[in-house]
């Protein structure tokens, strides 16, 4: 008996020794790789699903997701990429791709990710393409579409949205109303321009006709043709029509989600928001973006992942990162983000879907993916500004429309000059 139990010892002991090893080895072979996004609620809960899908196919490999203020994000990055530490994979605003790539923060995707994005999305994701090279996955496709109070545009004698940018004036004066102070209590739109009113402006440039920038993108176009009828009639809503003052509210999303507003072009990822923290009262519904004299036209934009230049110095680490874009790009990656942000996928083989295309809020966002196109940006926090420091020397400074248009050009120009300098 004695020699029978000294059998098994020695078997569990011989089978500890030869397991011991390979269970070490597993743990030597899994790879790490950072992911970094700014903090920005729903997209960080979204990746952390994706992050659990892509564990459950490659348990050996872990993500380490992190998340930093926004006004910190790029800081962090443009002083910790070049120095070899950092993320791998980043979470990027689109327009940044220019910039970032120039200055050697992200690089090219692996070709196999290339083709995915080639011939399985959007034709959104052709805007983080630099110099023939895809730079970036989209993480959903964020286009705009309007946004209207159902009950307040009845209250105004509107029973349907208005269909063109004239209807749109009318519809936003028969809807604002005054107390006796002549104070705005209820605004048909609050225009807020440093949000999203900036980013319709440009598409409201393409309805009337004109163009935002030059077919090579070098030459700023703001005071031309269709893009001036298109910057005073975003500037009349607040000097004109009285139908919006500056600081209404704390936001116009937000405004109309307490039920202040009675329209409001918005991004997609407003549907999440509004499901979430609209009022009880507030009765809400999407029509596609009204049309101008020379058509109906809405833009888009993503934060989609990008490699960064980091991740290349380690063969392992970009195959694993490779692995983890291309996840990203499938439908399971794009359906796990996208039901949390409440945005659209961004493959083309998706927003068929009964899930997508029944839901009568998303149908209008949808019927505009096709002419929905994203703005090259040389440096698009510096253009912001640009942009917001022209509309704030009319309200604010009282300068002349056309001076502050023709200062913002300038302005915009000198970006552009100076990034496509040595590009």
Known sequence: ????????????????????????????EKVTIEFWQHESGGKIQAMASVIEGFNE???????????????EYQTKIAASVPAGTGPDVAMIYFGWAPLWAKSGFIAPLPAEVQDVLVTEFAPFVESTKLK??????????????????????????????????????????????????????????????GG???NWWRPLIEAYGGQVFSEDYKTALWNEGGALDAWNYML????????????????????????????????????????????PEVEWAVAVMPEGPAGRITTGSSWPLALTTKALEDEAKLDAATKFLLYMASAEGQERYNDITGELPSRMDMVELPKYAEDPIMAPF???LEQTTGTFWADELAERQCALDMYDAVTVGGMDPLEALNMGTECDQAVRDAFFADW
Request: proline share 5%.
């Open 132 to 193: 023939g090279e895809h730079y970036a996955v989209p993480t959903s496709i964020r286009n705009f579409a309007l946004v209207y109070n159902v009950n307040l545009l009845a209250e105004a004698g509107w029973d349907t949205p208005p269909d063109t940018w004239d209807e749109f004036v009318q519809a936003a004066k028969d809807c604002t109303k005054y107390d006796d102070a002549g104070n705005i209590t209820q605004a048909g739109y609050y225009l807020e321009w």
């Open 1 to 28: 008996m004695r020699k029978a139990i000294l059998c098994i010892l020695a078997l569990l002991l011989t089978g500890a020794m030869l397991v011991g090893p390979g269970v070490a080895a597993q743990d030597d």
């Open 366 to 368: 949808i019927a505009q």
């Open 236 to 279: 009349d809503f607040t000097q004109v029509h009285k139908t919006s003052i500056p600081g209404f509210y704390e936001g116009e999303l937000e405004a109309f989600a307490a039920g202040l507003t009675c329209m409001t072009p918005q991004l997609t990822f407003a549907v999440g928001f509004l499901r979430d923290n609209a009022a």
């Open 196 to 198: 999203d009113g900036w």
């Open 57 to 71: 196919l490659y348990p050996d490999i872990e993500v380490i997701q992190s998340s930093f203020p926004y006004e």
